[in-house]
């Protein structure tokens, strides 16, 4: 089994950056995507990023494309996402999740079968 446990979230202003943690135990990652998830209030979970396991290759949704990074630390099976020029849409509960198999791309939400506790962010305007 994997655990994930999620840091860094709290309340910011607009504008502002905010820096999440997802650090996992339970089994070397470094041949598995990650991902960050979101969930705002009255809406589906949706994707935020993703990152292939050697780190080289990264993919993002439209809605934070060049204000957010993903990153990843294999040696401490870790998972970061730098978040920057903050909006009030961002608030949500943020989640990291990891793929069932090793080598998978991670290109769809099924393919992820590990998931943190989450954590929240909330923007003020």
């Known amino acids: 089994q994997v655990q994930l446990v999620e840091s860094g979230g709290g309340l910011v202003q607009a504008g502002g950056s905010l820096r999440l943690s997802c650090a996992a135990s339970g089994r070397t990652l470094s041949t598995y995507t990650m991902g960050w998830f979101r969930q705002a209030p009255g809406k589906e979970r949706a994707f935020v990023a993703r990152?292939?396991?050697?780190?080289?290759?990264?993919y993002y949704a439209d809605s934070v494309k060049g204000r957010f990074t993903i990153s990843r630390d294999n040696a401490k099976n870790t998972v970061y996402l730098q978040m920057n020029s903050l909006k009030p849409e961002d608030t949500a509960v943020y989640y990291c999740?990891?793929?069932?198999?090793?080598?998978?791309?991670?290109?769809?939400?099924?393919?992820?079968?590990?998931w943190g506790q989450g954590t929240q962010v909330t923007v003020s305007s």
């Open positions: 999740a990891v793929t069932r198999m090793p080598w998978s791309t991670g290109s769809g939400p099924n393919e992820y079968g590990f």
């Open positions: 990152i292939r396991w050697s780190g080289s290759s990264t």
